[in-house]
């Protein structure tokens, strides 16, 4: 894990994604961190200095993309930060600490399957962009929303992406089939697996990964009011797998332990 940082960056702009939908998603970007890498997978927290003792948490974001030239939060509003967060114009100063948590493995010369749900594409933005051999990689991509609310764009620039829709209870059959499919096929050649989406699209993951056999990381969501371990309000549950005798079937911190783990090392509750 890399060292974490606290600085106030700058809005520069505030893209939104989707017009004619009802999902609200927009990228944020934010002036350059003061940190010179970061591990696709890690996150930051957010709090806009102009938020007040009403909304006194911050908020974590996978981190889309970071550089010398900006730092990129793609984003969906379901809340009240989230709401807020849209509200922001070029100019404001925004409170980050990061990069935090554990980012996804990168195996170049592995058969990769990127496995996204929605808003959890948001960190593969970064890894297809930051992995020295990008034609190692695909990604199948499960959504409700229409494409266009996703940066899907700029994912098909740089590797292959396989978008299915999810309308209906069939269509949903049909994603988990070609998810199954896709990971017995990555299992023969010893590939690997990285997942990242909401609750219910992970522990479908989890158990195709225990069905074939195909190293997994899941990247948990979870509510975080610290992003460093302190608070304890984002545990999880070890499994008997977990690498850390003393710590096997027992709470740990998603913030500081993951939020990427193994499939076989955590209880998805």
């Known amino acids: 894990m890399l060292p974490s940082q606290f600085a106030e960056l700058t809005v520069l702009d505030l893209v939104p994604f989707g017009r004619e939908s009802t999902l609200r998603t927009f990228a944020l970007r934010l002036s350059p961190p003061p940190w010179k890498r970061y591990t696709p997978g890690q996150f930051v927290m957010l709090r806009p200095a102009g938020w007040g003792l009403e909304l006194p948490w911050a908020r974590p974001f996978s981190i889309s993309r970071a550089g010398e030239h900006d730092l990129v939060c793609f984003i969906q509003v379901i809340g009240r930060g989230t709401e807020r967060l849209l509200g922001l114009r070029a100019g404001d100063a925004v409170r980050v600490w990061g990069p935090l948590g554990n980012g996804f493995a990168v195996e170049a010369d592995s058969l990769t399957l990127l496995l996204a749900g929605g808003i959890g594409i948001a960190p593969f933005l970064g890894y297809a962009q930051n992995h020295p051999k990008p034609w190692n990689l695909s990604m199948l991509f499960g959504h409700r929303a229409p494409l266009d609310c996703y940066p899907v764009d700029s994912m098909n620039e740089r590797i292959e992406v396989e978008p299915i829709c999810e309308n209906g209870p069939e ?4 994603f988990i089939a070609v998810m199954q499919a896709r990971m017995e096929e990555h299992a023969v050649k010893n590939g690997l697996a990285l997942a990242c989406g909401p609750l219910p699209f992970l ?3 989890q158990r195709l990964a225990a069905k074939t056999g195909l190293r ?9 009011a610290c992003g460093v371990g302190a608070c304890l309000g984002c545990v999880v549950t070890t499994t008997s797998e977990w690498p850390v005798s003393d710590a096997k079937n027992w709470p740990v911190q998603a913030c ?14």
Request: no cysteine.
């Open 216 to 224: 997994t990381q899941l990247s948990l969501e979870a509510r975080m």
């Open 203 to 205: 522990r479908t993951v």
């Open 171 to 174: 269509d949903l059959e049909h």
């Open 256 to 269: 500081s332990q993951g939020p990427v783990f193994w499939a076989g090392h955590v209880v998805l509750d």
